[in-house]
């Protein structure tokens, strides 16, 4: 089944201690994103990638980190967590970028990780 | 200040109704625009697109109406099921975007049975 796998799904964590979300999609897609979904502003892009070894920020991207080592996986790194990353992530991939603009190219979501930083 | 605005956080409909939600946009550069829903504990999935060059795109129950000289879309879903019930965003994309997708804050949808 073509899909975008997050883990955790569910993660708390204290102020400071360094954590990865794991993003894994199984399309061969070479466009990954992280969003974060927060009430009333909904979905900001975070980072994204073009293909491997290609990342560039996104609106939000302070305080993240990415890596894409390989076309598969995107995984999202918190250096130093602080209680304003509290949010829903998202992980997604498409076929192509620019996004949306082809039949092929809309974006493929995983089902979000719940992070809470305390 | 967000370019693709939602301003109805929510909206209640009868089922078999007509569902209207309706998204604006700010920039002009924009010129492809989608909407995707959202159940609960699921990531986004895609609903519907249109191209600036339309004023309109059907796929079965949905249609999505531009009109370009307001900066306004609307999604219509016609008759409305409780299956509709999620959260529905308006997403917006232009040239000068390429690499990325601007959204709005979303729409609650539900449809009472």
């Known amino acids: 089944e073509a899909q975008v796998t997050q883990n955790p799904r569910y993660l708390i964590t204290v102020t400071g201690k360094k954590l990865t979300v794991t993003c894994s999609q199984n399309m061969n897609h070479e466009y990954m994103s992280w969003y974060r979904q927060d009430p009333g502003l909904g979905l900001r892009q975070i980072y994204y990638s073009m293909n491997v070894e290609v990342t560039d920020k996104g609106d939000v991207p302070e305080g993240y980190k990415v890596s894409r080592k390989e076309k598969r996986n995107f995984p999202l790194i918190l250096e130093s967590p602080s209680p304003n990353q509290t949010s829903l992530y998202f992980c997604a991939s498409s076929l192509s970028s620019p996004l949306g603009r082809t039949l092929n190219s809309p974006l493929h979501f995983g089902n979000g990780t719940r992070l809470t930083v305390t | 200040d967000q370019q693709v605005k939602q301003n109805s956080p929510s909206l209640s409909v009868q089922e078999g109704r007509i569902s209207i939600l309706n998204c604006d946009y700010t920039?002009?550069?924009?010129?492809?625009f989608l909407w995707y829903k959202k159940y609960p504990a699921e990531g986004p999935t895609f609903l519907i697109s249109i191209s600036s060059i339309k004023d309109k795109n059907e796929d079965g129950r949905f249609t999505v109406f531009l009109n370009k000289s307001a900066k306004h879309l609307s999604l219509h879903i016609v008759p409305s099921q409780p299956g509709d019930s999620a959260v529905y965003f308006c997403?917006?994309?232009?040239?000068?975007?390429?690499?990325?997708?601007?959204f709005g804050a979303g729409t609650i949808l539900r449809v009472k049975s």
């Open positions: 920039n002009s550069m924009f010129d492809y």
């Open positions: 997403a917006a994309s232009g040239v000068e975007y390429g690499n990325k997708l601007v």
